[in-house]
């Protein structure tokens, strides 16, 4: 049997297409979430090779990242891992920021953390369980979780967007009114950040965001003055 070539290029552009499964994980709860304002939604994800895991910061008020580690060491990155930078969220966006992978390998689980540090009850997310793991296998989870729950540290430094195993499809979409801050990605931009001469531009340096969105504990959110020149308790 033969084929002519557009015939040949139609077949694969369809293959390609079809393959091209999008799984979508929300970043960061809220107050009424099953696992409160620390979570990945769903936190074990099957993505075949070739698929987008699209990461949506739908937590708000939140301040998150997406940052790769491995089974041994839950809440530090890994070198030569991903990571998506500071995003942060406040209340009221009708639009959520995203960040996209690609996978590029699944026969390898690929773990991941949140980096912030302050989170309920003063504790890291990592800490609180701010994990997940696309393609399992034969890792337990509910292991990586636990081992999350009691690391001493939740590692800070910066990743890029080739990661082992996914690569970032770009920068994060940063819709107007979040704040994005990615000291590790000279490429990267803050669309939308914070300008005003009270509050000052995006966080720059060392471990910024952590001066942002604090998810508090109980009733307590705060938005630090940092920021948004007010400071608002939710
Ligand atoms: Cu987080």
Redesign the pocket.
């Known amino acids: 049997m033969r084929f002519n070539s557009s015939v040949l290029a139609v077949l694969v552009s369809s293959a390609v297409v079809s393959a091209q499964q999008v799984v979508t994980v929300q ?2 709860g809220n107050s009424s979430s099953p696992g409160g ?2 979570i990945f939604t769903p936190n074990q994800i099957s993505a075949p090779k070739g698929s987008i895991v699209s990461f949506q910061f739908t ?1 708000a008020p ?4 997406v940052t790769q580690s491995n089974f041994a060491n839950p809440c530090d990155p890994v070198q030569g891992g991903f990571d998506s930078g500071w995003i942060a969220r406040p209340e009221g966006l009708p639009k959520a920021p995203e960040w996209n992978l690609t996978i590029t390998d699944d026969q390898t689980p690929i773990w991941f953390y ?3 540090l302050i ?1 309920p009850n003063a504790k890291p ?1 990592c800490n609180l369980g ?1 994990v997940g793991v696309i393609n399992v296998g034969q890792k337990s989870f509910p292991d990586f979780q636990a081992a999350a729950s009691t690391a001493a540290a939740v590692g800070q430094t910066e990743g890029g967007f080739v990661g082992i195993g996914a690569s970032a499809t770009g920068a994060p979409f940063i819709p107007s009114g979040a704040i994005y801050a990615n000291p590790g990605q000279a490429s990267a931009t803050a669309p939308g950040g914070g300008s005003s001469a009270s509050g000052g531009a995006p966080p720059t340096g060392t471990n910024p965001p952590n001066s942002g969105f604090i ?1 508090g504990a109980g009733s307590g959110l705060v938005l630090l003055a940092t920021l948004f020149g007010m400071a608002t308790v939710l």
């Open positions: 970043v960061g304002f620390t937590g939140g301040n998150h990242t949140c980096k912030q989170g997310h701010m998810n």
